[in-house]
């Protein structure tokens, strides 16, 4: 695994925990819809994959499928 798909990998990790932690939140009644709504915003944003991330992942992926598929 190159360093893109590495760093694809690490930044989807991390989005899917900050998210987890905010559904725990809310789920726990400690912030508001609206304020969970707006974090997971900020999450998703800060957490996005860049052109070069996103290019490696489907790669990545893409590879994946067709070894499960022999």
Same mark, same amino acid.
């Given at each position: 695994?190159?360093?893109? $798909?590495?760093?694809? !990998? ?11 932690? @905010?559904? *725990? ?6 912030? $508001?819809?609206?304020? !969970? ?11 996005? @994959?860049? *052109? ?19």
């Amino acid at each position: 695994m190159d360093k893109l $798909t590495a760093s694809a !990998f690490e930044k989807m990790q991390k989005r899917e925990h900050s998210l987890r932690v @905010l559904r *725990d939140r809310v789920g726990l009644g400690r912030i $508001t819809r609206e304020v !969970f709504r707006t974090e997971c915003l900020k999450v998703i944003e800060r957490y996005q @994959l860049s *052109d070069d991330e996103q290019r490696a992942y489907d790669l990545y992926n893409q590879v994946q499928k067709q070894r499960k598929r022999r």
